[in-house]
């Protein structure tokens, strides 16, 4: 699952004890164990070696550059959704051609930069955006591959509604009748190669049911392509897969791969390349956010926790009801939590809610929250943060954004310092006549 377990009591973060590193960096702060995130995409890549996979990290779920170099000497290509992600993956020494390009609103600046650097794929949202990607790249005498994405109408359950998107009306990509029509449309376009297919279905997924609906549908469709002159050489099945916010809730690598390979094996023994974007899955169990309890308050009814971090560093809870596991880094023997459950099987808790500083009633990281005694100053572990923390956190209500802090052993290095309030109004100082 991770890296980070108890000692005698005391959280370590692989060889590196978290209140000491606390006491040397400062609260709030998000810690990465460099060996979790190895250990994913490793079981990842052997889950779907048969496939020989391009497997793109996708970096907006955690996107430090650290983070980003460490996983392309992985072998890892990148899933990037704007301008300053190719930028991102450029810097940690990508390969281009493993670089595949998301995103409804690629502005044109955005695609001279993408067909600059000669990626991948651009992920094809509509026809608009096709025709205007083919208009460039034809003004820049250049020729790029697309990847239609599909929507098979195919979602999971338990995948909250804001994470959806494989459903047939939706922002992103076209429904499967369309998808033919396109192809016939733009299938021989000169400048943009339309080849691939492209499915992402929503995050997290809790299964391997919904991708096999989903590829189902798209190997269908690639059969009646074929049939009418058109070939699709390259699948992306998208990310998505989940991760371990609850212990043992998601399922494993090979768990996904032993009905998805099987699914996909013909396409590749055809010459068929996959392609496969996760993010949380390897990026969510590899991150925690550090926090230092401020105030205790009991009101009539209920008892608060008042911390020095928040929705501004962690949205996930108020944007979309999403479950972390919250603990205190050094505990009674007693309390060291045998799993992270939802209801934790541990004796002498006490509900609270664990909130933030921030002037808005929605900042909370859990309520109703069954906690260990917990006193001013004591430290609080947000697990499971590696995921659409630090990526999705803000400077609202003038608060400077926590460092991240890398964790390889028994070795600790800043891969982002902590900011300053002249961070924070540095680009309003340099004020200029238009």
């Given amino acids: 699952m991770d890296h980070f377990t108890y000692r005698d009591g005391k959280l370590y973060c692989e ?3 978290i209140d000491d590193l606390a006491r040397r960096i400062g609260t709030p702060a998000y810690v990465y164990s460099k060996a979790t995130f190895i250990d994913h995409y490793d079981k990842l890549a052997r889950a779907f070696a048969p496939l020989d996979p391009t497997i793109c990290y996708s970096i907006k779920s955690c996107g430090n550059l650290h983070i980003c170099r460490l996983l392309v000497e992985r072998g890892a290509g990148m899933d990037v959704v704007s301008g300053g992600e190719l930028y991102r993956a450029q810097k940690a020494g990508a390969v281009m051609r493993k670089v595949v390009y998301a995103g409804v609103g690629k502005t044109d600046d955005e695609i001279r930069a993408a067909l600059s650097a000669k990626i991948g794929f651009f992920n094809i949202e509509s026809e608009a955006e096709f025709e205007n990607i083919s208009s460039i790249a034809r003004q820049m005498n250049a020729k790029a591959h697309g990847a239609l994405r599909v929507n098979p109408d195919v979602a999971d359950p338990k995948t909250h509604k804001k994470t959806t998107t494989g459903n047939k009306e939706s922002k992103f990509g076209v429904d499967i009748e369309r998808a033919r029509r396109f192809f016939d449309r733009y299938g ?3 400048h943009l190669a339309l080849d691939a297919i492209h ?4 995050s997290p997924i809790y299964s391997a049911e919904p991708y096999v609906r989903a590829i189902t549908k798209a190997l269908a469709l690639i059969d009646d392509l074929k049939a009418g002159g058109i070939k699709v050489s390259t699948l992306d099945i998208g990310g998505g897969f989940a991760a371990d916010y609850v212990t043992g809730a998601s399922p494993l690598a090979e768990q996904y791969a032993n009905d998805i390979v099987p699914l996909l094996l013909p396409f590749k023994q055809a010459g068929g390349s996959v392609i496969l974007e996760p993010g949380r899955t390897i990026s969510a169990n590899a991150g925690v956010l550090v926090t230092r309890v401020q105030y205790l308050k009991q009101g009539p009814t209920k008892k608060f926790v008042i911390v020095d971090t928040g929705m501004h560093h962690l949205i996930r809870p108020t944007l979309y009801d999403a479950f972390h596991f919250i603990w205190p880094t050094s505990v009674a023997p ?7 459950d939802k209801s934790p099987e541990v004796e002498g808790l006490e509900k609270c809610d664990v909130v933030g500083p921030i002037c808005e009633s929605g900042d909370f990281l859990a309520k109703d929250w069954p906690l260990p005694p917990v006193a001013r100053g004591d430290l609080l572990c947000v697990f499971t943060a590696g995921a659409y923390g630090m990526v999705m956190s803000s400077n609202y209500n003038a608060m400077p954004r926590p460092p991240e802090v890398l964790v ?11 900011e300053t309030y002249d961070d924070l109004l540095g680009p309003e100082m340099q004020v200029q006549s238009v």
């Fill in 334 to 340: 007693k309390h060291v939590p045998r799993a992270r």
């Fill in 199 to 202: 499915l992402h279905i929503g």
């Fill in 15 to 17: 060889g590196v004890a």
């Fill in 188 to 190: 021989k376009d000169p």
């Fill in 408 to 418: 390889d052993g028994d070795k600790a290095t800043v891969i982002r310092r902590r």
